[in-house]
C-alpha cells in the first residue's frame, strides 16, 4: 500500500538525457509503473514504444534497431518509432494487429521526454525550450545528474516551496516568494535571499544594487526550470547567473528518479570562483533529503506557521494533475 493518498500524477517526464541514447541504442525504463523500450534509430531519431512485443510478450529491450525499427529477439518482427509492424521475417502479410502501443515524445533541452495519462488523454501544454540546453552557446560547460529518490513526485516538487527547510536541514538562507503567476499547468515564480544577520551579505547577496533572485517556472509537476541571477562573481565583481533543469520522473507511486542539467555563466565559472560552489550545492543538498524521504509520511492537512513557505498553494495547484480529488 502506498504511503501516499493520490496517485502518480499527469504530466511531462523525463526518459533520460539524450546524450545517454546514442544511434542504434535500446533502453527498457519504467515510466509510472509501465516498462518502454526507448531507442534511437539509426538516423538519430528518439522513440519509445511499451516494452513488450504485441505478437507474444518478449522484451522488446533485448532486441535491436534496424534501420528506423526496432527488432524484437524472440521471432525478429520489426516496429517503427510509430508502432506499425515494418517486417516479419517468415510471414506474407502483416497482420492489422501488429502495433506496438506508443506514447507522446518529445526531444527538447537534451532531454528524451514522454507524456503520461493514466487515461490516455493527449498532451495539452508544451516543454520550453531554455536558452543555452539546446545548441546555443550561453553556459559553460553543462552538469548533469540523476539520482533515485524514495519518495513520490509531488513531494519532490513541494520541498522547492518549503522554504524553513532550506535554513534548518540545508544550512543555508531560504528564498522568499515575492511573485507567484499561475496559468493553468504552468506556475512561475519569483523569490529573493533572505539574509540572516550572521550571513556575509556583501559577499554574497548583495552586489552592484542587487540581489540573489530566483525565477522558476514549473511545467506540470514534472519539470520545472530554474533561473538564478545577482549572483556576484568572487574574482572580478561581475554579476553572474545559473540555470537548473529539474525533471523529476515516478518510476512508481514511491520512487522517483531526478535529474538535473546545470549551468552557469562563464563569468563566474572559474575553478576558483562562486560557480562550481553554486553546482557543488546543488549536487550535495538532495542527499539531505534523502533520510527524510524515506520515511516521512504524508500530512494532508499539516500544521503551518506563518515561515513555512506556499505550501497549501502549491498543493492546490497540483490537484489537477490528478483525475481525482487529493486532500
Known amino acids: 500500500m502506498s504511503r501516499f493518498p493520490f496517485p502518480i500524477p499527469h504530466g511531462w517526464f523525463g526518459l533520460c538525457f539524450s546524450h545517454?541514447?546514442?544511434?542504434?541504442?535500446?533502453?527498457?525504463?519504467?515510466?509510472?509503473?509501465?516498462?518502454?523500450?526507448?531507442?534511437?534509430?539509426?538516423?538519430?531519431?528518439?522513440?519509445?514504444?511499451?516494452?513488450?512485443?504485441?505478437?507474444?510478450?518478449?522484451?522488446?529491450?533485448?532486441?535491436?534497431?534496424?534501420?528506423?525499427?526496432?527488432?524484437?529477439?524472440?521471432?525478429?518482427?520489426?516496429?517503427?518509432?510509430?508502432?506499425?509492424?515494418?517486417?516479419?521475417?517468415?510471414?506474407?502479410?502483416?497482420?492489422?494487429?501488429?502495433?506496438?502501443?506508443?506514447?507522446?515524445?518529445?526531444?527538447?533541452?537534451?532531454?528524451?521526454?514522454?507524456?503520461?495519462?493514466?487515461?490516455?488523454?493527449?498532451?495539452?501544454?508544451?516543454?520550453?525550450?531554455?536558452?543555452?540546453?539546446?545548441?546555443?552557446?550561453?553556459?559553460?560547460?553543462?552538469?548533469?545528474m540523476d539520482i533515485e529518490l524514495p519518495t513520490c513526485v509531488q513531494e519532490v516538487a513541494e520541498n522547492d516551496v518549503d522554504q524553513a527547510h532550506f535554513t534548518y536541514l540545508h544550512r543555508m538562507p531560504a528564498f522568499s516568494e515575492t511573485e507567484t503567476v499561475v496559468d493553468g499547468p504552468i506556475k512561475r515564480s519569483v523569490s529573493q535571499m533572505d539574509m540572516p544577520d550572521d550571513f556575509l551579505a556583501d559577499a554574497v547577496a548583495e552586489a552592484h544594487g542587487a540581489r540573489h533572485q530566483l525565477d522558476r517556472t514549473s511545467y506540470g509537476p514534472g519539470v520545472a526550470v530554474v533561473h538564478g541571477t545577482g549572483f556576484q562573481s568572487m574574482k572580478n565583481g561581475e554579476m553572474g547567473e545559473f540555470i537548473l533543469l529539474n525533471i523529476a520522473t515516478p518510476v512508481d507511486e514511491e520512487t522517483t528518479v531526478l535529474r538535473w542539467t546545470m549551468g552557469v555563466s562563464k563569468n563566474i565559472a572559474a575553478e576558483d570562483d562562486l560557480g562550481p560552489s553554486i553546482l557543488y550545492g546543488f549536487k550535495t543538498g538532495v542527499n539531505d533529503d534523502i533520510p527524510i524521504w524515506k520515511e516521512k509520511i504524508y500530512r494532508a492537512n499539516p500544521v503551518l506557521c506563518d515561515g513555512d513557505g506556499p505550501i497549501n498553494k502549491h498543493r492546490k495547484w497540483t490537484q489537477q494533475f490528478y483525475d481525482m480529488e487529493v486532500k
Open 20 to 144: 545517454e541514447l546514442k544511434a542504434g541504442e535500446i533502453k527498457k525504463i519504467t515510466l509510472a509503473g509501465r516498462d518502454l523500450a526507448v531507442f534511437r534509430t539509426e538516423s538519430g531519431k528518439a522513440a519509445v514504444l511499451d516494452n513488450y512485443c504485441p505478437h507474444l510478450g518478449a522484451p522488446l529491450h533485448q532486441g535491436c534497431v534496424v534501420g528506423e525499427s526496432v527488432r524484437c529477439p524472440f521471432h525478429h518482427w520489426q516496429f517503427n518509432g510509430d508502432g506499425e509492424c515494418t517486417d516479419i521475417p517468415y510471414a506474407n502479410r502483416i497482420p492489422a494487429r501488429a502495433v506496438a502501443e506508443t506514447i507522446p515524445l518529445q526531444e527538447v533541452n537534451g532531454m528524451v521526454m514522454a507524456w503520461y495519462h493514466p487515461e490516455g488523454r493527449e498532451p495539452y501544454f508544451e516543454l520550453p525550450k531554455v536558452e543555452g540546453l539546446n545548441g546555443e552557446d550561453k553556459w559553460n560547460e553543462l552538469e548533469y
